[in-house]
């Protein structure tokens, strides 16, 4: 879905058409999957256990997690209000949803290589294998499908025949 999305920032920075429905459908599927499943896991399971184990929120690995969720939540507002002005034709405003989307894209892939090669390498050390087992399935989270690659797939192709 990352790739789907910077390439919609790149027609839209080439002035080309990218369909309002499918940008409210990214949009929505990111904060969607934010909330509901990267950010709980980690905030609500991952960061706690390692806390515990000794690390401090507010020293880095986790300090720097926490921000870049901070800053992705902030991007996927202000990308719901760029869209909103977009779909109005307010081309001032609208034309911030590439830069925006390129800025998210840009984030989340630093994200998830320093989740990679720091975070996860780290709690692989620190925590027990009882500890790194997934999070309960009874939580508050959004419920979001986990799907398998080929289903996400799928969905970006769909999208993408809507888009351009």
């Known amino acids: 879905m990352l790739e789907f ?13 990218v369909h309002p429905e499918v940008l409210g459908r990214v949009v929505e599927f990111f904060r969607v999957f934010m909330e509901g499943c990267l950010l709980i ?3 609500d399971f991952l960061l706690p256990v390692l806390e515990r184990r000794g690390l401090s ?35 001032e405003t609208g034309m911030k949803q590439p830069a925006l989307a390129s800025d998210f894209v840009d984030l989340m892939r630093a994200h ?5 090669e720091v975070l996860f390498m780290m709690a692989d050390s620190f925590l027990q294998p ?13 419920s979001v499908p986990a799907g398998n690659k080929p289903d996400r797939i799928r969905m970006e192709r769909r999208l993408a025949r809507k888009a351009w």
């Open 130 to 142: 009882n500890e790194q087992a997934d999070p309960p399935q009874d939580t508050n989270a959004t």
């Open 41 to 43: 896991k980690e905030e």
């Open 112 to 116: 998830l290589n320093e989740e990679e």
């Open 57 to 91: 929120r507010h020293d880095e690995p986790i300090a720097l997690m926490l921000i870049d969720h901070a800053c992705g939540r902030q991007l996927i507002r202000e990308m719901e209000e760029a869209l909103a002005a977009y779909e109005d034709a307010s081309r």
């Open 5 to 17: 999305t910077k390439d919609a920032a790149d027609r839209m920075h080439r002035c080309e058409s």
